[in-house]
């Protein structure tokens, strides 16, 4: 949803609005060590979508359920759609 609301109302691009939401939210936070990227070394924290391109995920706006196929956390899976 933020995504969504920084493309539409503050008119960042998808890609803006992507490093807005993980990395730079990270480093705002004082975890980009640790988070906010896909690194060797980092924190597994991801969620895996059910389509073949991830801007689908602010298209969709509304529809995220069934866009999510897994979150993980720390690299462990905590939600699956089945």
């Known amino acids: 949803m933020v995504m969504h609301l920084a ?17 730079n939210s990270a480093f705002a936070l004082g ?3 640790s988070r906010g990227s896909i690194e060797r070394g980092k924190c597994a924290d ?6 073949n391109k991830w801007e689908n995920i ?10 999510i196929k897994y979150v993980l956390v ?7 759609k089945k």
């Open 46 to 51: 991801l969620v895996i979508l059910n389509t």
């Open 58 to 67: 602010i298209y969709q706006f509304g529809t995220h359920d069934s866009l």
């Open 31 to 33: 975890v980009e060590k």
């Open 74 to 80: 720390n690299g462990k899976v905590v939600h699956e």
């Open 7 to 23: 493309c539409a109302m503050l008119r960042l691009s998808m890609n803006e609005a992507l490093a807005a939401s993980t990395i």
